[in-house]
């Protein structure tokens, strides 16, 4: 996916390049907007979050321990993997990529899962 999406976006500038660009300009600069936003999305932001939930999932859900020693860190975690988990379902629902983008708040969303499982960590 990110290999497809840097490829587009590189064509697309490639394309700039052509005199009879002016014709599409408009429509490859929308087309640009959305792979760039898509690769930025989910090459900066998605796979850290995914990775971190991963993490903190192996640790918090593995260890009884845990939730005694370090009962908010665990609350919290537990709360937005609830939170995680309806958005992965929203996006499991909208299987192609562009609809995906079309989520409510979904950067928004995502880097706020960033933040608290920075926190957590």
């Known amino acids: 996916l990110f290999t497809l999406a840097k490829d587009h976006i590189n064509n697309l500038a490639q394309m700039k390049m052509s005199p009879y660009y002016k014709v599409f300009e408009e429509e ?3 087309w640009e907007d959305k792979l760039t936003v898509l690769y930025t999305l ?11 939930w991963v993490y903190l999932e192996g640790i ?18 537990t709360a937005h993997t609830h939170e995680f988990i309806g958005l992965m379902r929203k996006v499991s629902k909208n299987p192609r ?22 926190g957590i960590q």
């Not at 989910?42 to 971190?52: A, G, P, T």
């Not at 260890?63 to 975690?77: A, E, G, M, R, W």
């Not at 708040?105 to 995502?110: A, G, I, K, S």
Request: charged residues 20%; hydrophobic residues 40%; without cysteine.
């Open 28 to 30: 490859a600069t929308t």
């Open 42 to 52: 989910f090459y900066d932001v998605w796979i850290d979050v995914q990775r971190q």
């Open 60 to 77: 918090f859900s593995g260890s009884d321990d845990l939730k005694v020693i370090l009962p908010t860190q665990t609350n919290k975690f």
């Open 97 to 118: 990529v562009l609809e995906v983008l079309t989520i409510p708040n979904l950067q928004r969303t995502l880097n706020q899962f960033k933040d608290a499982f920075d």
